[in-house]
């Protein structure tokens, strides 16, 4: 599964871990420090090379294969 997002560039992680984490890309432009249309970009590119159509099926696909499970705050 893990396999999957190996095509994948380091600033593109980067954005999914914002994306799954439910960051706008207003909010994740800006902790990134880069621009608004470049992390649209970005994800376009992370959607593709994944075959996901929406933010859920990525959440989904991100949970079953371990990614960022550490970063994810957990409320009691």
Do not use: C, W
């Amino acid at each position: 599964m893990r396999a999957r997002f190996a095509p994948l560039t380091k600033r593109e992680l980067e954005v999914l871990a914002d994306v799954v984490l439910g960051g706008l890309n207003k909010q994740i432009a800006a902790d990134l420090s880069i621009h608004e249309r470049t992390v649209k970009l970005h994800r376009t590119a992370i959607t593709t090379k994944l075959h996901v159509q929406s933010v859920p099926e990525l959440t989904r696909l991100t949970d079953e294969a371990g990614i960022f499970a550490a970063s994810k705050t957990t409320f009691p």
